[in-house]
């Protein structure tokens, strides 16, 4: 009778590239195989496991969906040897660190970081800037920037300051639409807004905007750049912090409008609050902030 193969994470990593690049073409480039290992290693998996995985067809390759349990196991294995990799060297301060934050934070963040690999050349980072947030609680990062704070019970965070929110403009959009530079609240309905992309406008300054009777968004994006680069070139108002606007060419506004501020949290794993590196980067990340929003 024959042996039951078993599943070896050779062959779930192709199945997990598989799945993202749908072409055994693309996923062998991927991984740096030829495709025709890519396939053999699939084969082997539906082998092992008695059933089929992958639909193949001339318009490309799908997973099926009573695999996407292996995919799950494959992203946790991927993620965890990530982990383990970042954690290597921690006592003699080398590693790395990997950091997720907003487009805003980009700037500041970066500066720290390159002020410590000055004097820990060995630390090395990597940082996640996107609208999806990762996921801290599975260390898809090890330190994460957040504006809300967490529910979950693994994590640890820091309150570490609050961002003062104020309206800007560039210069001609003042003298076109604002001649004493001052927005009421009577006027927000007639005024032309620059806000977040749709599948983000549930944000809190997106509904405070909203709620003070903001209706003409002209220009929508999920990218913090794209609404202060559209700012400057005279699109609308945009609501932005005022300690992290670094623009020269932006007038903040005058208004009769109690403005907002944004909480700031540091966030990371339980697990990593005895680990040098991660406690040294909290630290700079710390000293920073509340130097930039006090």
């Known amino acids: 009778m024959e042996t039951s193969l078993q599943p070896s994470w050779d062959d779930l990593r192709v199945l997990l590239a598989l799945h993202r690049h749908r072409s055994f073409l693309a996923a062998g480039r991927a991984l740096g195989v030829s495709t025709s290992t890519a396939a053999r290693r699939i084969e082997a998996l539906e082998r092992a496991l008695g059933r089929q995985l992958v639909h193949r067809s001339s318009a490309g390759t799908s997973v099926e969906p009573d695999a996407l349990e292996l995919i799950n196991l494959a992203e946790q294995l991927e993620l965890g040897l990530q982990v383990v990799k970042r954690d290597e060297g921690d006592a003699a301060m080398t590693g790395t660190v990997r950091l ?80 004493d530079g001052r927005l009421k609240r009577d006027d927000m309905a007639r005024h032309d807004f620059l806000g977040f992309d749709v599948t983000i406008e549930k944000t809190p300054q997106s509904q405070w905007l ?36 670094g ?25 990593l609050r005895n680990v040098k590196r991660v406690r040294l980067v909290l630290d700079a990340l710390e000293a920073m902030i509340r130097a930039a929003t006090t």
């Open 100 to 179: 997720s934050l907003s487009e805003g934070f980009v700037q500041p963040v970066t500066r720290v970081l390159s002020a410590l690999r000055r004097t820990h050349p060995a630390l090395h980072f990597e940082m996640i800037s996107e609208t999806r947030m990762a996921d801290l609680a599975r260390r898809e990062a090890d330190i994460g920037i957040r504006v809300a704070p967490s529910t979950s019970p693994v994590l640890i965070q820091r309150h570490v300051g609050r961002i003062q929110l104020g309206f800007y403009a560039a210069r001609a959009y003042v003298e076109r639409r604002l001649r």
């Open 210 to 245: 909203a709620a003070q009777g903001a209706k003409r968004f002209v220009f929508r994006s999920n990218s913090s750049v794209a609404l202060q680069e559209a700012a400057e070139q005279g699109q609308g108002i945009a609501l932005m912090g005022t300690q992290v606007t």
């Open 247 to 271: 623009s020269s060419t932006l007038v903040r506004l005058e208004t009769d409008i109690e403005l907002p501020s944004v909480p700031v949290y540091l966030a990371f794993h339980r697990e």
